[in-house]
């Protein structure tokens, strides 16, 4: 029931920027934790930035300064702005629904599909 679906993906050259969305659907993602990741080919998968429900946000060493995370609770949309982009930031990106107990529950994490990014001349 749950969906995330990422858009924003595409060929972007060196010093440019993209906005990466994660529309969800069938969850409401004020109340979760939620993160961006990405992993490039013979790379491991790796923390891009996260977001709490109460809005603290952090982010890797290597996108600190160009990459902010925000979310939109109205649209129920989490976001990835890129700028100053590097050809090193070429991967694909996945949108992340943190895992939440209840009390009583264990709600598990839930992942998107991914949206592909490519910085090059």
């Known amino acids: 029931q749950v969906q995330l679906v990422e858009s924003g993906g595409g060929l972007v050259q060196p010093g440019g920027s993209l906005r990466l969305s994660c529309a969800a659907s069938?969850?409401?993602?004020?109340?979760?934790?939620m993160g961006w990741y990405r992993q490039a080919p013979g790379k491991a998968r790796e923390l891009v930035a996260t977001?709490?429900?109460?809005?603290?946000?952090n982010y890797a060493d290597s996108v600190k300064g160009r990459f902010t995370i925000s979310r939109d609770n109205a649209k129920n949309t989490l976001y990835l702005q890129m700028n100053s982009l590097k050809p090193e930031d070429t991967a694909d990106y996945y949108c992340?629904?943190?895992?939440?107990?209840?009390?009583?529950?264990?709600?598990?994490?839930?992942w998107g599909q991914g949206t592909q990014v490519t910085v090059s001349s």
């Open positions: 992340k629904r943190h895992g939440r107990s209840t009390g009583s529950s264990w709600i598990p994490d839930y």
């Open positions: 069938g969850s409401i993602i004020s109340i979760y934790a």
């Open positions: 977001i709490t429900s109460g809005g603290s946000t």
